[in-house]
């Protein structure tokens, strides 16, 4: 499913009588499609202080991934994730100990910070689980981290139901599950060894990547992987790729093309039109004479769809690899986005058209996932070496959570004028993201590191020769 958090905007307070307020909050009403419980609507907010508790949480998602790079590289993958168990413990439960208690600037503060962990959760652990795979199984291990989203949003839709938790009284326990679930993570994790990459390469501690390695594979000879470890080491020394911060990768020549390559596919991600279906989905279960209590169990089944799209993509991805999954996905997304915008157009006219729509509405989900989705952050993995991944993760995931703000204003705002044919805005970037996966992204299936970049290397300077035939002249000479 989707790995972004649904932005949660409510209705405002209804005593503010000055007209500049009633104007932003209308327009805060207007960016996303329900209102939630998370702010009742008995609360007397400032406006100005309503329009900041929405939007710090993707603020601090913001921030929260910019600090990852700097965090990984100092404390390691491991040390970076313990750290950010204990900041999201103290700001789970600082969020629900302040909405029981009503007290707005904490609770605002408290989003804030829950969304710096979280940002720093969505590189740390796909970046983790990437580095201590083994290569055969490097994918499906990777993608794991968005099968358990789409499983914690599911728990989230079944306990944020008015009978169980999504009532005031409730509200305060269902914004503690974060910091409970972040508590439990930290004991799990203790028994678990750092990154051996991160020892070897950039702690030069060769014993503790081996007693690492032997830990993670169950067994004593891994000298295998130690001696590949060496060679990545080697690599970065030669190409002059050691203590790779933010700013130098940006500017960095040799890895250009990688970091444009990742922020493509993040781009091609983030606008793929997701945004589109989730808001849609209820409409089209409502036109379906589904029940308007009752839509929300629709919802669970399709982040019940979602996990099942996601279970396959881990199976495919280290068979099929990662280029065709990520073409099959965007072909899936270009053909349905055409129908399912027929479909949403003729539904007020032909009211069984709303059963086409909500199955044309589940194949482009399933499309996005399978591909567009899922894969971006392992790509990220694959296509930097050891000292630069934790800052190619940072710029990576800025640019995400940028674009998911930038959606978040602006989506609602656009379907106002285009209503239905708002699928068609993204239908040209999904064109556009299939022809340059198709012609630039190269496979990385079950490839060490090292080979990755070697094969890139060579891959570009084909690419080169046969633009600028001159320099294939030169080379020939």
């Known amino acids: 499913m989707d790995p972004r958090p649904q932005l949660i905007l409510t209705p405002a307070p209804k005593s503010v009588e000055a007209e500049k307020p009633l104007k932003l909050k209308e327009h805060l009403r207007s960016i996303n499609k329900k209102s939630a419980e998370e702010i009742s609507e008995d609360e007397e907010m400032h406006p100005a202080l309503l329009g900041f508790t929405i939007a710090s949480f993707l603020v601090g998602c913001l921030l929260g991934s ?31 100990v302040s909405k029981s208690l009503k007290a707005n600037i904490v609770y605002s503060l408290a989003r804030f910070f829950t969304g710096v962990c979280t940002g720093v959760f969505s590189s740390a652990v796909p970046m983790y689980l990437g580095e201590i795979a083994p290569k055969n199984l490097r994918g499906s291990i990777a993608l794991l981290p968005m099968s358990f989203i789409s499983v914690g949003m599911l728990i989230c839709q079944v306990l944020g139901g008015p009978e169980l938790l999504g009532n ?14 972040s508590l439990f993570q930290l004991f799990l994790l203790l028994p678990f060894p750092e990154s051996p990459r991160y020892l070897l390469i950039q702690q030069r501690n060769e014993e503790g990547a081996r007693q690492a390695l032997q830990k993670l594979r169950d067994q004593e000879d891994v000298e295998d992987e130690i001696d590949e470890l060496h060679q990545e080491d080697l690599y970065e020394q030669s190409q002059n790729e050691k203590q790779i911060t933010t700013f130098k990768l940006l500017c960095s020549a040799q890895q250009r093309w990688q970091l444009i390559c990742a922020l493509i596919l993040f781009a091609t991600q983030q606008f793929s039109g997701i945004d589109a279906a989730y808001y849609y989905a209820d409409r089209v279960f409502l036109a379906m004479k589904v029940d308007e209590s009752n839509v929300r169990y629709s919802s669970a089944l399709l982040t019940f769809l979602g996990l099942f799209v996601h279970g396959l993509s881990i199976y495919l991805v280290d068979t099929w690899g990662r280029r065709p999954l990520l073409l099959l996905g965007f072909a899936i997304c270009i053909i349905s986005c055409v129908f399912l915008t027929l479909s949403l157009e003729l539904q007020d006219i032909m009211p069984w058209m709303a059963f086409t729509s909500s199955f044309l509405l589940l194949i482009f989900i399933a499309g996005i996932i399978l591909g567009p989705n899922s894969i971006p952050y392992l790509m990220l993995t694959e296509l930097f070496l050891q000292s630069s991944r934790a800052s190619a993760y940072a710029i990576g995931g800025f640019f995400q959570w940028f674009l998911v703000l930038f959606l978040s204003l602006t989506f609602f705002l656009i379907e106002k004028h285009v209503k239905t044919y708002s699928f068609l805005i993204f239908l040209p970037l999904s064109v556009a993201g299939f022809f340059y996966i198709l012609k630039y992204v190269p496979e990385t299936k079950k490839k060490p590191f090292v080979d990755i970049r070697k094969h890139l290397e060579i891959y570009l300077s084909k690419r080169y020769q046969h633009v600028n035939p001159a320099a294939r002249k030169e080379t020939d000479m």
């Open 66 to 96: 910019l600090v990852f790079g700097s965090l990984a590289d100092k404390y390691g993958r491991k040390g970076a994730l313990l750290i950010n168990d204990l900041a999201s413990v103290v700001a789970g439960f600082t969020l629900a």
């Open 168 to 181: 005031p009284t409730g509200v305060p326990f269902l914004l503690s599950v974060p910091g409970i679930l």
